[in-house]
């Protein structure tokens, strides 16, 4: 069982930046990868970034790619989402999420989930 914690969430003007944060319990973090996920009022939850068991493997929707960067620390049971040059259109609940796999990138690959923390950017 693990239990996954966001926060780091909030409002953010466009252009600007946040990041992320999950917390991780359990002494087995490092061998889930994991994963963020979005989801905005009346659309469906959507993939954002993945990140490999050793950090190594990295992957990203192609709606964010070049502006947010996924990464981990397995001694602080932690992973993170930094985001720069936030749009409007990233506005929704940001998941995060552990696979316990090598990697994952799509939504039923994932066995634990997160509350979710709220980003909004406004124009």
């Known amino acids: 069982q693990v239990q996954l914690v966001e926060s780091g969430g909030g409002l953010v003007q466009t252009g600007g930046s946040l990041r992320l944060s999950c917390a991780a319990s359990?002494?087995?973090?490092?061998?889930?990868?994991m994963g963020w996920f979005r989801q905005a009022p009346g659309k469906e939850r959507e993939f954002v970034a993945s990140i490999s068991r050793s950090g190594g493997g990295t992957y990203y929707a192609h709606s964010v790619k070049g502006r947010f960067t996924i990464s981990r620390d397995n001694a602080k049971n932690t992973v993170y989402l930094q985001m720069n040059i936030l749009k409007p259109e990233d506005t929704a609940v940001y998941y995060c999420?552990?696979?316990?796999?090598?990697?994952?990138?799509?939504?039923?690959?994932?066995?634990?989930w997160g509350q979710g923390t709220q980003v909004t950017v406004s124009s």
């Open positions: 999420a552990a696979a316990a796999r090598p990697i994952a990138t799509i939504l039923r690959e994932y066995d634990y």
């Open positions: 359990g002494r087995t973090f490092s061998s889930y990868a």
